[in-house]
Nanobody
Framework: QVQLVESGGGLVQAGGSLRLSCVVS???????????MGWYRQAPGKQREMVAT???????NYADSGKGRFTISRDNAKNTVYLQMNSLKPEDTAVYYC?????????????WGQGTQVTVSS
């Protein structure tokens, strides 16, 4: 059974930093390394939005809101993806979700973690 478990969220003052981690279990390192990993977030009353993604070839994509402040990375040996968040702003407050996109019989399928709360105080 595939599971994604996020950690690292918490309460931080504006301008501070947090590093989120997401450990994926239930897949081999080989499979993990082939999948696109991502971070999404959802603030109260808002739709879930993409924060950052990283492909198996380490190509990254960031939402404009996080460019220059957020960095996604992965450690395939540990089945882990990270999100380093610097210069945090109150508008970054949200539940952050880790995702893994895999291909099943040519069809993309997304696995999601349970989320970790990030709260940025002003």
């Amino acid at each position: 059974q595939v599971q994604l478990v996020e950690s690292g969220g918490g309460l931080v003052q504006a301008g501070g930093s947090l590093r989120l981690s997401c450990v994926v279990s239930g897949v081999s390192g080989r499979i993990f390394s082939r999948n696109t990993m991502g971070w999404y977030r959802q603030a109260p009353g808002k739709q879930r939005e993409m924060v950052a993604t990283m492909t198996s070839g380490d190509n990254t994509n960031y939402a404009d809101s996080g460019k220059g402040r957020f960095t996604i990375s992965r450690d395939n040996a540990k089945n882990t993806v990270y999100l380093q968040m610097n210069s945090l702003k109150p508008e970054d407050t949200a539940v952050y979700y880790c995702t893994m996109r895999t291909i099943v019989i040519s069809t993309p399928y997304d696995y999601w973690g349970q989320g970790t709360q990030v709260t940025v105080s002003s």
